[in-house]
């Protein structure tokens, strides 16, 4: 199944980074630059990447927020939210997209399903190819990976991929970004 590790699951992500369409990813990007404020959200491992790209967008010297935690503040018209989502089913993050919607935020999803609810709510969707056990039989990849593995290692090298591009275009260095890097560890 599994015979060489690491190096059947990036061959595998070299598939699907294949089918990826890097203009729907400048468009994230370019709504990045133009929001106020940048919120994040995502459950589960999903949740655990959003988070992840929070905090670069942070080192950048943005203004973001991952939603449910305290210190975040009320979204508004001029602000981005981002959804991580496989499915793009989560009842939670369908809640919150609606209510960006309605408040005029620009909403983003990452997912393998954009035709699913958040997708087609999203002003912009990052389509991913991938699998999980919430839509079994619904797409045409199959993961030698478990649960949603490879739709999460992607989203993850995406998510990279774009603050590479945002450190461009913001003309920041890792040196400016490490200033920000937490230091109450």
Same mark, same amino acid.
């Given at each position: 199944?599994? $015979? =060489?590790?690491? *190096?059947? &699951?990036?061959?595998?992500?070299? /598939?699907?980074?294949? #089918? ?56 508004? $018209? =001029?602000?981005? *939210?981002? &959804?991580?989502?496989?499915?793009? /089913?989560?009842?939670? #993050? ?92």
């Amino acid at each position: 199944m599994n $015979k =060489n590790g690491v *190096l059947d &699951i990036i061959k595998e992500l070299e /598939k699907s980074a294949l #089918l990826l369409n890097q203009e729907e990813q400048m468009l994230v990007v370019d709504e990045i630059i133009k929001a106020d404020k940048v919120f994040l959200a995502g459950v589960g491992r999903t949740g655990f990447v959003m988070k992840a790209f929070s905090n670069r967008l942070m080192h950048l010297g943005l203004k973001v927020y991952f939603v449910g935690e305290p210190t975040t503040p009320a979204i508004s $018209k =001029n602000d981005l *939210l981002v &959804i991580g989502s496989g499915s793009g /089913k989560t009842e939670s #993050l369908i809640y919150m997209c609606k209510k960006a919607k309605d408040i005029g935020a620009t909403v983003s999803t990452i997912t393998i399903f954009p035709n699913a609810p958040i997708g087609t709510m999203s002003d912009i969707v990052v389509s991913i190819v991938g699998s999980t056990p919430k839509n079994e039989n619904n797409t045409s990849f199959i993961s030698f990976q478990p649960m949603g593995n490879a739709f999460e290692q992607m989203t993850w090298l995406v998510c990279d991929n774009m603050i590479s591009i945002l450190m461009d275009i913001l003309d920041k260095n890792v040196d400016e970004m490490f200033q920000l890097h937490a230091n109450l560890e």
